[in-house]
């Protein structure tokens, strides 16, 4: 008789195995009319964010600054002051003549975050930064320096569409896409922090040269849905000449599985890192879990994350939240590695993140021993498998808890000029 294996990667039906379903509490999914969780893909209408200068390309740039009757060479000027010195002040401008200087700034250089609170945490080496958009939308992003890096978690959408059950950022729904400005805003507002020596790290160190290294795109919103104005904002981060400079590798897009856009991203001339949201194998599950699953399974997802890596060569992440009882067995880690040595070795890796508690969540994250049982199974299939470790869970920074809360809002309020 030949034993049975040890483990299986189909679902077992045995009872002993227990199956916790996707569910809310404390808060309600917003449903559309057939009854399933609301999708939204198109931003609503509100008012647009003053047009600046990292809207647009330096071409554009020029022709505005010719606009307002200057010689078109300003607009070089104008983004040597914001993306190296991070400053729209014009008094700190004194190689741009005085007369005129106010209002080709005010042009260009439009003010676009309001700081509306900071919250630390890991002894100031961790900042998360609440931010006021001109048209009183809020957002998040959150600061975290590393040994050797410091990484800005940047929101690329007000609110977020895409409705994830256990994710905080989605229970309000989508506000309203953020500028590629906007975006960028970030990242300039953060340099600055860092640079005057806000960012916790060793307090008689000079930090006036350090600046952002990496950027993840998972703050709050679905960056491949608004992906015209996130390719934007990632021009400007690798541009060398007139915009940050940063590395692409060192950008990660992270995406709920927009399968069309995925295939668009790969064909761009930018290979910046690519994470795909996946947190179940099973369409079964992830159909509760990831309502965009209803529009692009979990193959088309996984094709769509293989073609990234032919395209681009660069290794691809699979980000999985551990959810106690939901999706942490270890049939799941099988399948997932089945999934995944299907399409082939050294493409991918698994990144899993034991859950984040979030308001009125009814899920915890995964048992310590079920966390390492599941890294195990992966990494004995041969796929290449780290917990991430998430900061600033104290402050509400961490992965999946960026809201703007009610209380926000009143400081928001309270701030307002
Ligand atoms: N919309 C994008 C990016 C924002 S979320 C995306 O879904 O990828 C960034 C990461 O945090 C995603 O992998 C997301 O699934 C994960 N996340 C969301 N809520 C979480 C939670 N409560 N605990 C842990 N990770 C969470």
């Known amino acids: 008789m030949t034993e049975r294996p040890e483990s299986t990667t189909t679902r077992p039906t045995s009872t002993g195995v227990r199956q916790v379903r996707p569910r809310t509490e404390g808060w309600q999914q917003q449903k559309d009319e057939s009854g399933r969780p609301l999708l939204q893909f198109a931003s609503p209408k509100r008012g647009k964010p003053p047009v600046h200068l990292a809207d647009l390309t330096p071409e554009e740039r020029v022709a505005k600054v010719k606009e307002l009757g200057l010689p078109g060479f300003r607009a ?20 741009l003549p ?3 200087r106010e209002e080709l700034v005010a042009g260009l250089l439009p003010p676009l975050l309001t700081e509306v609170r900071r919250l630390q945490t890991d002894g100031g080496d961790t900042i998360k930064f609440l931010w006021r958009l001109h048209d009183g939308a809020l957002v998040e992003s959150v600061l975290m320096r590393y040994p ?3 990484t800005l978690c940047v929101s690329s959408q007000a609110g977020c569409g895409m409705n994830c059950p256990f994710c905080a950022t989605g229970q309000a729904g989508l506000t309203r896409n953020m500028s590629a400005a906007e975006i960028v805003d970030q990242i300039v507002r953060a340099n600055q922090v860092i640079a005057s020596g806000e960012l916790g790290g060793k307090k008689a160190d000079d930090h006036s040269a350090e600046r952002v290294s990496n950027i993840v795109f998972m703050g709050m919103g679905e960056p491949l849905a608004n992906y015209a104005r996130v390719m934007q904002a990632v021009r400007v981060m690798v541009d060398k000449k007139e915009g940050l400079g940063m590395s692409a590798r060192g950008i990660t897009v992270s995406t709920v599985g927009l399968v069309p856009a995925i295939r668009k991203l790969a064909a761009e001339d930018i290979p910046v890192t690519f994470a795909l949201s996946l947190h179940a194998p099973d369409d079964e599950l992830r159909d509760e879990l990831i309502p965009v699953n209803s529009r692009w399974k979990v193959d088309e997802a996984l094709d769509a994350a293989r073609a990234y890596f032919d395209a681009t060569g660069r290794r691809v ?3 999985y939240a551990l959810i106690r009882d939901m999706n942490d067995h270890a049939w799941r880690a099988d399948l997932l590695a089945e999934k995944l040595n299907a399409r082939g070795k050294g493409w991918v890796h698994v990144n899993p993140i034991p859950l984040n508690p979030t308001p009125g969540s009814v899920w915890d994250a995964s048992e310590r021993s079920v966390q390492m049982e599941f890294v195990r199974r992966l990494n004995d299939a041969g796929v290449p498998t780290t917990i991430r470790d998430t900061r600033g869970k104290e402050i509400d920074g961490a992965c999946g808890q960026l809201v703007a809360t009610e209380d926000d809002q009143a400081a928001a309020a309270a701030t307002a000029g």
């Open 317 to 319: 992440s699979i980000e």
């Open 148 to 150: 050797g890096r410091i």
């Open 98 to 100: 005085a007369e005129g």
């Open 76 to 95: 070089k000027q104008l983004a040597k002051h914001y993306f190296t010195h991070y400053t729209s002040d014009p008094a700190a401008m004194t190689d």
